[in-house]
């Protein structure tokens, strides 16, 4: 029986995997690393599902609690989720925000390295390593300069340069990606499609104003399916070669004020658009969009999940919760 070891898998993006897991490899023994038990509320069956991982209470930053972990669980899979995944937050504790991103990455490659482990290791990353580019650079491919421009997108960079000594140095079979702004139920309304649809959701339930804040609404960003996600992140487990970094996106932009009207034609509610100075990040690229050629030669992956489907999905998603 194959092993996996999921790290923050309390979060948005582990708990949807751990479904994924649940309902198509009952052949997997779940190992997940977190400072609390899970609480989703977005995941069908949660009590059974949770019931069905192995959860390992740690910090990642206390390297003896991680090489416990790792002696005891001996995975053939980790998937490296844990982070301080703002931008926004970034930019209030940079310091926290790098320690974090960077640290516990070294502590789980060190610990595999010096237990001589075998495990095949993804690395999550972020588009927003790429920094500011222009509308001639587009669409990104892994072979652009990474040029970051926030304390978190800094740490994402240092995390993927390790994880490619580590991989290059050591041997060590990791793989990195760069995923673009995924989105789906369950994701804190501190990013921009969650919080979009959880106002809408507020309208639409607690008949609050039909005035949608936002930041700048004139960026661009490159939206893929949580459940695509899932997906890519499997299909880099079972195919991505060694020390290779992947764009995990979809290959399309859309503006956030268009995705707004998106929302507002989905549920039918008229609403006015209201910019707020205070989400406005000190500095922002204006338009990312990415290539996931490369993850599609290599491993046969491609988005499926239309954008309208997956912002029904948070819409509903935020209704439940609200009107409970």
């Known amino acids: 029986m194959k092993s996996i070891l999921i790290t923050g898998i309390s979060g948005f993006v582990g708990g949807h995997y751990a479904q994924f897991l649940c309902d198509t490899r009952r052949d997997f023994t779940i190992h997940g690393v977190s400072r609390s038990r899970p609480t989703w509320d977005f995941v069908s069956h949660r009590d059974l599902i949770v019931d069905s991982i192995d959860i390992h209470q740690c910090d990642l930053l206390d390297t003896i609690a991680v090489n416990r972990v790792l002696k005891e669980t001996q995975p053939d899979y980790i998937l490296h989720l844990a982070a301080m995944s703002s931008v926004a937050e970034s930019w209030i504790t940079p310091l926290t925000s790098f320690l974090n991103n960077t640290n516990a990455f070294l502590n789980i490659v060190e610990a595999v390295r010096n237990q001589g482990l075998t495990s095949k290791i993804l690395s999550v990353g972020s588009s927003e390593e790429y920094g500011i580019v222009q509308k001639s650079d587009l669409p990104l491919f892994e072979n652009h300069t990474v040029s970051p421009q ?4 800094v740490a994402r960079v240092s995390q993927e340069y390790l994880a490619q000594i580590y991989a290059k140095g050591y041997n060590l079979n990791i793989c990195c990606t760069r995923s673009f702004n995924h989105i789906g139920p369950g994701q804190k309304d501190t990013f921009v499609i969650s919080s979009i649809s959880k106002q809408f959701a507020n309208i639409a339930v607690n008949k609050k104003r039909p005035v949608i804040n936002i930041g700048a609404g004139s960026i661009v960003r490159d939206f893929t399916d949580i459940s695509d996600v899932i997906l890519a992140y ?15 996106c979809s290959g399309k932009g859309n503006k956030i004020c268009d995705i707004v009207n998106l929302f507002s034609e989905i549920t039918d509610i008229p609403i006015t658009i209201e910019q707020n100075t205070n989400l406005m ?4 690229n204006p338009i990312l969009i990415g290539s996931y050629r490369k993850l599609h030669e290599h491993t046969g992956w491609t988005p499926l999940i239309p954008l309208n489907e997956s912002l029904t999905k948070i819409f509903d998603y935020w209704c439940n919760k609200l009107s409970k």
């Not at 499997?234 to 995990?248: A, H, Q, R």
């Not at 990040?281 to 922002?284: A, F, G, H």
Request: aromatic share 14%; charged share 20%.
């Open 150 to 153: 926030s304390p978190y997108a």
């Open 234 to 248: 499997e299909s880099i487990f079972e195919n991505g070669l060694l020390g290779e970094t992947y764009n995990v």
């Open 281 to 284: 990040r000190p500095i922002d």
